[in-house]
């Protein structure tokens, strides 16, 4: 069994040729999971009367700065190993051999995503919750590109109870291949379940939920999922004696525990009405909980006509009826 699948595993991760180059199947996994995402964003946009051309736009500029800060992060801890040689440093621009830390990939991507926001106008943490789903579907896709790689496993497995897939996965590890903890399978299972619950909310009560809930819902889970992991996992990238990777996790899940509860206390708002209005260009209504979220916040009279139900919460809420002085000043003119 042991040596059929290391024969297995040595095939799927030498990839295959098309027109005399060299595909990795780790590459095409990934690529996949891309377009996957890219698929799903395009359908719950379309829901959320956002355009098509705004989110190429976004699936690019995340996607490149996801990749960049995916590498760079998996690199620059690894000083020794990529920038003591030429080679090594060549080696830092080549993907296919695997090392993309999604640490460093979504906050980058993220960086992406808001400056596609801030050219389109649009509300960075609606489009944010627009988003999450599809990074887990991407995820969820993407983790297989680990099994065929032969990484992100954890411990040895001893025990033969549990010395066969789905509980481990054989990979090479300290010269020689030996049953090992399957975490990307472990975390792909996860990252599905939060996929399944992030659906639900998007098809059923998002219009209900305040805006950035599902985007820090998201850091909670995959904070609280991977720092788990981290027990398990070998080669870490250790600070002293900490796990730097599982430490970031933590930190980031309890920052957004604090967040989703000042969200959900009304404390911190994500979107002003002006960014509201801005986002959809006064095509529609807004959400029944808008009218909570935007108390106290000053408006100005200057703007462009709000649609019949913003204006009447503008009306309620500030008192400014613009309109009103108008209407007043015409029956002014029509009394005299």
Same mark, same amino acid.
């Given at each position: 069994?042991?040596?059929?699948?290391?024969?297995?595993?040595?095939?799927?991760?030498?990839? *295959?040729?098309?027109?005399?180059?060299?595909?990795?199947?780790?590459? !095409?996994?990934?690529?996949?999971?891309?377009?996957?995402?890219?698929?799903?964003?395009?359908?719950?946009?379309?829901?959320?009367?956002?355009?098509?051309?705004?989110?190429?736009?976004? %699936?690019?500029?995340?996607?490149? %700065?996801?990749?960049?800060?995916?590498?760079?992060?998996?690199? !620059?801890?690894?000083?020794?190993?990529?920038?003591?040689?030429?080679?090594?440093?060549?080696?830092?621009?080549?993907?296919?051999?695997?090392?993309?830390?999604?640490?460093?990939?979504?906050?980058?991507?993220?960086?992406?995503?808001?400056?596609?926001?801030?050219?389109?106008?649009?509300?960075? *943490?609606?489009?944010?919750?627009?988003?999450?789903?599809?990074?887990?579907?991407?995820?969820?896709?993407?983790?297989?590109?680990?099994?065929?790689?032969?990484?992100?496993?954890?411990?040895?497995?001893?025990?033969?109870?549990?010395?066969?897939?789905?509980?481990?996965?054989?990979?090479?590890?300290?010269?020689?291949?030996?049953?090992?903890?399957?975490?990307?399978?472990?975390?792909?299972?996860?990252?599905?379940?939060?996929?399944?619950?992030?659906?639900?909310?998007?098809?059923?009560?998002?219009?209900?939920?305040?805006?950035?809930?599902?985007?820090?819902?998201?850091?909670?889970?995959?904070?609280?999922?991977?720092?788990?992991?981290? %027990?398990?996992?070998?080669?870490?990238?250790?600070?002293?004696?900490?796990?730097?990777?599982?430490?970031?996790?933590?930190?980031?899940?309890?920052?957004?525990?604090?967040?989703?509860?000042?969200?959900?206390?009304?404390?911190?708002?994500?979107?002003?009405?002006?960014?509201?209005?801005?986002?959809?260009?006064?095509?529609?209504?807004?959400?029944?909980?808008?009218?909570?979220? *935007?108390?106290?916040? !000053?408006?100005?009279?200057?703007?462009?006509?709000?649609? #019949?139900?913003?204006?009447?919460?503008?009306?309620?809420?500030?008192?400014?009826?613009?309109?009103?002085? #108008?209407?007043?000043?015409?029956?002014?003119?029509?009394?005299?």
């Amino acid at each position: 069994m042991g040596s059929f699948t290391s024969k297995l595993m040595c095939e799927i991760s030498k990839g *295959f040729e098309l027109f005399g180059m060299e595909i990795r199947w780790y590459g !095409v996994i990934l690529t996949t999971g891309m377009v996957c995402a890219l698929f799903l964003m395009l359908f719950l946009a379309k829901r959320e009367k956002v355009e098509p051309d705004f989110c190429l736009s976004t %699936f690019l500029f995340a996607i490149i %700065f996801a990749i960049f800060g995916a590498r760079l992060f998996f690199v !620059v801890p690894r000083f020794n190993e990529y920038f003591t040689t030429w080679e090594g440093f060549a080696r830092a621009f080549n993907i296919s051999e695997g090392g993309l830390t999604i640490i460093g990939g979504i906050p980058m991507g993220a960086l992406g995503v808001y400056i596609s926001c801030r050219i389109y106008k649009k509300s960075f *943490f609606r489009i944010t919750d627009l988003i999450v789903p599809c990074l887990l579907l991407g995820q969820v896709i993407g983790r297989w590109g680990n099994f065929v790689n032969g990484e992100l496993y954890g411990f040895e497995i001893t025990n033969d109870a549990f010395a066969k897939f789905p509980f481990a996965v054989w990979v090479y590890d300290n010269g020689h291949y030996a049953w090992h903890a399957a975490n990307f399978f472990y975390e792909m299972m996860l990252n599905l379940v939060m996929l399944i619950i992030m659906l639900t909310l998007t098809f059923t009560i998002k219009k209900k939920l305040k805006v950035g809930f599902l985007s820090v819902l998201y850091i909670i889970w995959y904070g609280v999922v991977r720092g788990l992991l981290e %027990f398990v996992k070998v080669g870490q990238l250790m600070w002293g004696s900490v796990r730097a990777v599982q430490f970031i996790c933590f930190l980031c899940a309890a920052i957004g525990i604090v967040f989703l509860v000042l969200l959900q206390l009304g404390y911190v708002k994500f979107e002003t009405p002006v960014m509201y209005e801005r986002h959809f260009q006064l095509v529609h209504e807004p959400p029944e909980y808008v009218e909570g979220q *935007f108390d106290n916040i !000053v408006t100005d009279d200057t703007e462009k006509e709000a649609p #019949k139900g913003f204006k009447k919460f503008l009306n309620s809420f500030f008192d400014s009826n613009p309109n009103g002085k #108008k209407k007043e000043k015409q029956d002014d003119k029509k009394d005299e």
